[in-house]
């Protein structure tokens, strides 16, 4: 079937550690791949996206690659600040659907 | 700009009641999709509109149903409530045509079915 799989939460990181959240995703043809984040108290937004096979997403400091071959598209970032504390949702798109992954909350500790 | 906005902002039901929410999209976005957001179950995708007519459907009874207005703004019903229709409604919208846009999302109804 058709559907996106990440890692799940909470995850709790210290400032300035690496963070990687893992997203994998099963499609038919070729789907664009995104990471929307959600805010507390606010509403989802984009946060990158890569719409074809080695793109590289980028924004913020995080980084995703459109892996084809073991079909991920992970989520990293070097150095997370706490305001970075949200939850981080993995969506691919293809025959004009979104398909969201179930969200990864992350916590950030000063 | 306004974003993509939604009322009520929070709502109270008893089960088998009916309940309406509205959305209306950024100005110039014909698409209008709507997710539920159940606790731990990520997002599920509910209803896509698109220059008023429905377009695809997730996996839901026919007790949910929607429809698009000539402005572009959306209602979502529900009908026979049941406990587990308790979730975070959000509505989206996005760019008309074929390629992947962005999905722009509004801060979502929370209902609440007693």
């Known amino acids: 079937g058709n559907s996106v799989t990440q890692m799940e939460g909470p995850v709790t990181l210290s400032e300035e550690a690496f963070l990687t959240i893992n997203c994998t995703y099963t499609?038919?043809?070729?789907?664009?791949l995104f990471w929307y984040v959600q805010y507390p108290g606010e509403g989802l937004q984009l946060l990158l996206k890569?719409?074809?096979?080695?793109d590289k997403g980028s924004n913020k400091g995080f980084e995703a690659t459109y892996r084809k071959e073991t079909t991920s598209f992970h989520l990293e970032k070097g150095s997370v600040q706490v305001s970075d504390s949200a939850v981080y949702f993995c969506?691919?798109?293809?025959?004009?659907?979104?398909?969201f992954g179930s969200g990864t909350k992350l916590n950030v500790k000063p | 700009e306004a974003g993509v906005t939604q009322s009520p902002t929070h709502l109270i039901k008893t089960r088998g009641q009916q309940v309406t929410l509205r959305c209306s999209p950024i100005s110039g976005h014909t698409s209008v999709y709507w997710y539920q957001q159940a606790l731990g179950l990520g997002l599920q995708f509910l209803l896509w509109?698109?220059?008023?007519?429905?377009?695809n459907r997730g996996n839901f009874p026919p007790r949910f149903s929607g429809r698009q207005f000539p402005n572009y703004s959306s209602e979502l019903n529900v009908n026979a409530l049941e406990l587990e229709d308790s979730a975070l409604y959000l509505c989206?919208?996005?760019?008309?045509?074929?390629?992947?846009?962005?999905?722009?999302f509004g801060e979502g109804s929370r209902l609440t079915v007693l």
């Open positions: 969506a691919r798109y293809n025959f004009n659907k979104f398909y």
């Open positions: 509109y698109d220059e008023g007519e429905e377009r």
């Open positions: 890569a719409t074809k096979a080695d």
């Open positions: 989206a919208s996005s760019l008309p045509g074929v390629a992947p846009g962005e999905l722009f």
């Open positions: 499609a038919t043809g070729y789907p664009s």
